[in-house]
């Protein structure tokens, strides 16, 4: 193994997503943390997660724009509130909190407890685990930001971590291979999790981001002006 896995130690940083952090973990990232770019994001997206560069890059291209550097930014960076970095995440708390950033037991105990009687997580969980979020969220904080931005960028977090974990055609995801992603921001390999055969892409994506969007019966906030993104 080429890429074992190495919690971090006191000088490397890590932020609130659990998809870099544990590309970092293995050394797909800078073990570090730091000096990332759209190109470095992306080619350990594929290399780790077989996850290709037309989704995955828009996003490492929001994320540039966490660092005063122009040209890089560190896992510590993004979580900048506002950018991707949102309210009712699945598994840290929200920034009114003050800590946006660490893995919450707490807050993941909805995701962890979804899908009773059954192994495994699909897009029906993952709806109704946002769905719970937001209502909490919506119960507790009184800053909630709650447009259209953050319910597309929580759908496809959804979407990211079925298809990572699981079967990025079916949406379906073991559970303990999800619960370690999150928990330890470890890939699962000795539990017998496989980088996915089939690439992560938009064509596979985009479905399961429909199916979990229409599941968690997102009722809409505030409005605001959307930015395009991509062409
Ligand atoms: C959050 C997975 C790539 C930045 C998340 C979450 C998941 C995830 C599941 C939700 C965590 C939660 O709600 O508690 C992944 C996977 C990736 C990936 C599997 C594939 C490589 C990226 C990229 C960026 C990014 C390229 C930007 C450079 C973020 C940020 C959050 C986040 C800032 C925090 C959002 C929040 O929950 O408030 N990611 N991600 N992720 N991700 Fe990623
Ligand atoms: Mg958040």
């Not at 609130?16 to 080619?43: E, F, K, M, W």
């Not at 509130?81 to 950033?101: C, K, L, P, Q, Y």
Request: aromatic share 10%; glycine share 8%.
């Amino acid at each position: 193994d080429d890429h074992p896995y190495i919690p971090p130690g006191p000088n490397d940083l890590r932020g609130p997503c659990p998809g870099l952090n544990t590309l970092a973990n293995h050394g797909y990232l800078p073990r570090d943390g730091r000096n990332l770019n759209v190109s470095v994001i992306v080619d350990a997206g594929f290399n780790g997660y077989h996850m290709e560069a037309d989704i995955l890059g828009i996003a490492a291209k929001v994320a540039t724009l966490t660092s005063r550097d122009p040209l890089s930014f560190t896992l510590d960076d993004i979580k900048l509130h506002g950018n991707i970095e949102h309210d009712a995440s699945v598994s840290r708390a929200d920034f009114i909190t003050g800590d946006n950033v660490h893995f919450n037991e707490t807050i993941f105990s909805v995701l962890a407890n979804a899908n009773p009687g059954v192994d495994f997580y699909n897009t029906t969980s993952a709806g109704q685990v946002q769905h719970t979020r937001l209502a909490q969220s919506t119960a507790t904080n009184p800053n909630l930001t709650n447009t259209d931005k953050e319910f597309f960028i929580r759908s496809v977090e959804s979407a990211f971590y079925l298809s990572a974990m699981g079967d990025p055609v079916t949406g379906v995801a073991p559970k303990n291979f999800v619960q370690i992603f999150f928990r330890e921001e470890r890939l699962p390999i000795a539990e017998g999790w496989k980088r996915s055969e089939v690439p992560i892409n938009s064509d596979t994506l985009g479905p399961l981001f429909n199916s979990i969007a229409a599941q968690s019966n997102w009722t809409r906030g505030e409005g605001c002006h959307w930015v395009m993104l991509s062409p």
